[in-house]
């Protein structure tokens, strides 16, 4: 057997089949002359035979032959795995069209008329070796797109496995750890309480850290447990009045804002399909960034929805130190802050776990800002019907 290189540098062999030896010794020759290498068969069954042997680029077929003729001759190499790939042409004197589509029907690719005439038979098989290369080399890239979509679809698969371990070993983690947290924040909290000025300065200061570092560390937990329910405590969307849902937000944070003087405001807003706890959460983390982050003036928060293609696109606008465009896409990666924890206390996943939310409602979130001139974050919520 040639391996296909091999093939390609070799001259293409054609079988011709027909039962009369002066139109094989006409065609052969001709065709030898042009740089084929032809084999013939004198009836339908050899050159069935044939071609299962020589495994010809291409078969020129005459339909008029006894015993087997050539439209049953084609069936038979068409029924046969490997034969039936290759082209076939038939050679006839029949002028009459249902002929000439039975040709067809059975498998041909063309046909060419008798008497033949030899540049016409030439052109012709030049066209369907060409067109036969062409179809080998689309079939061979498909098989190999299938291959790579198939990969790619177990990569993908074996990724989101990956992914929801980490997601529930991250939740299992932090929801443990709870426990004994709280217990060590709160017996740190009682030894403040009761010692507090018994003890010398030092241990004063070092109680202060431990209580400080323990607080930090539930505030981390409690982020990450919010981060990792995104998807494992997850809840069916159902109609969501995000109104409704932005006031509780405002009741919320009622004590930050007191405390800052934040004047925040809103316009009317939709309802919309969503996981309700979601969506309170996404504007408590947007409207609690809006006032922490604020500049030397009191917060103005004001949050409005407008119709977008598709859905509504959400906007919390603030007048706060606003961001070098350089992070704009930073900001919504876990554990990545701007500031050191003195500046402005924080654990990184706020952002984070907003992006996580809003892709998984479909929509998109991105912020418009600049140094000194407020921020405004956006996010999209696709419209759904209910019950989808
Ligand atoms: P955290 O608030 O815990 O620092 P986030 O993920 O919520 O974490 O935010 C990431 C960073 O994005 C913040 O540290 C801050 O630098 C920047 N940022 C977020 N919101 C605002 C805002 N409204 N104005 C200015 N900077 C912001």
Not at 199 to 215: P, R, S, T
Not at 310 to 339: K, M, T
Request: with cysteine; net charge negative; aromatic share 6%.
């Amino acid at each position: 057997m040639h391996t296909p290189e091999a093939a390609e540098s070799i001259a293409k062999t054609i079988l011709i089949v027909d039962d009369v030896p002066a139109n094989l010794e006409v065609v052969s020759r001709h065709l030898e002359n042009h740089g084929y290498h032809a084999v013939v068969a004198q009836s339908g069954q050899e050159g069935v035979e044939r071609a299962e042997r020589v495994r010809p680029n291409l078969i020129l077929l005459d339909v008029l032959m006894p015993g087997i003729d050539g439209f049953e001759t084609c069936r038979r190499l068409k029924a046969n795995t490997s034969t039936r790939d290759i082209p076939v042409i038939f050679m006839t004197a029949l002028t009459d069209a249902a002929d000439k589509l039975t040709g067809f029907e059975v498998g041909a690719v063309d046909y060419v008329t008798k008497p033949l005439d030899g540049a016409e038979v030439l052109a012709r098989i030049d066209t369907h070796l060409s067109l036969y290369a062409l179809r080998r080399e689309l079939e061979r890239q498909n098989a190999q797109l299938r291959q790579e979509i198939a990969a790619r679809k177990q990569t993908q698969e074996a990724l989101q496995r990956s992914n929801t371990e980490l997601e529930q070993l991250a939740y299992v983690a932090s929801h443990d750890m709870q426990e004994p947290l709280r217990m060590v924040a709160s017996y740190l909290q009682l030894v403040a309480q009761r010692y507090q000025g018994k003890l010398d300065a030092d241990a004063d200061e070092f109680i202060g850290f431990a209580v400080d570092g323990a607080k930090r560390m539930q505030a981390l937990i409690n982020d990450m447990l919010a981060y990792s329910r995104v998807g494992t405590k997850a809840r069916p969307f159902a109609p969501t009045d995000c109104e409704a849902t932005v006031d509780m937000a405002i009741f919320d944070l009622r004590v930050a804002i007191a405390e800052s003087g934040a004047r925040v405001t809103r316009g009317p807003l939709p309802v919309v399909m969503a996981d309700g706890p979601q969506l309170a959460q996404l504007f408590r983390n947007l409207l609690g960034n809006a006032i922490k982050f604020r500049g030397t003036e009191p917060p103005q928060v004001h949050i409005d929805a407008e119709a977008a293609d598709g859905g509504w696109c959400f906007a919390v606008r603030d007048n706060g130190i606003g961001i070098a465009p350089e992070y704009f896409d930073r900001i919504f990666v876990l554990f990545q802050r701007l500031h050191a924890r003195r500046e402005y206390a924080g654990t990184g996943i706020g952002l984070a776990l907003c992006k996580k939310i809003v892709e998984r409602h479909g929509g998109r979130i991105w912020v418009e800002s600049s140094p000194s001139a407020g921020s405004v974050f956006r996010f999209t919520i696709p419209r759904r019907d209910e019950g989808s």
